[in-house]
């Protein structure tokens, strides 16, 4: 199968089970090396800040915990464009770079200017993929968010 096609593929489902917030679903996409990490560049302090860093296991870890977080339940829903996709000559690992919108639906009011039922532009960023690619299949071995926004709403624990 094209290993083109099948990134792409792996990039837009695992946007829809992240929309879904079905995060096994999502880490059966991943490689049990998978490294995630959501960073953000600080003009002032002129370094990266790193808001979250985890291996798998120590996403699965989250993933189990998330229920007993003080969570804004709100629902997240991701606009994801693939931009590149460069795949190695063996055909055997590729690189992706993807457009990132997130909106978040809110299920309550926060304030006067956003109501419950409104959407809000909750973050714009980047998706920076590998994959490793056996069997027909491709398997996320890392992703970083590079996020614009330099703050993080309380209650958003989950993997984004």
């Not at 690619?133 to 491709?138: G, K, Q, S, V």
Request: charged content about 30%.
């Amino acid at each position: 199968m094209d290993p083109y096609a099948l990134v792409r593929d792996t990039i837009y489902r695992s946007t829809l089970l992240l929309d879904r917030q079905d995060w096994t679903g999502w880490l059966a996409e991943c490689d049990d090396a998978f490294q995630y990490a959501i960073r953000a560049w600080s003009p002032e302090i002129n370094k990266d800040m790193t808001y979250l860093w985890l291996d798998r296991n120590g996403l699965v870890n989250l993933v189990k915990l998330l229920p007993k977080h003080n969570t804004d339940h709100s629902p997240l829903t991701r606009h994801t464009s693939v931009y590149t996709i460069d795949v190695d000559e063996n055909g055997q690992n590729a690189k992706a770079v993807s457009s990132v919108i997130v909106y978040q639906n809110m299920l309550d009011g926060i304030n006067s200017h956003i109501d419950a039922g409104e959407s809000r532009l909750f973050l714009v960023g980047k998706y920076n993929d590998t994959f490793k690619i056996e069997d027909d299949r491709a398997r996320f071995l890392s992703r970083e968010l590079r996020i614009e926004n330099r703050r993080l709403d309380k209650g958003s624990h989950w993997p984004i």
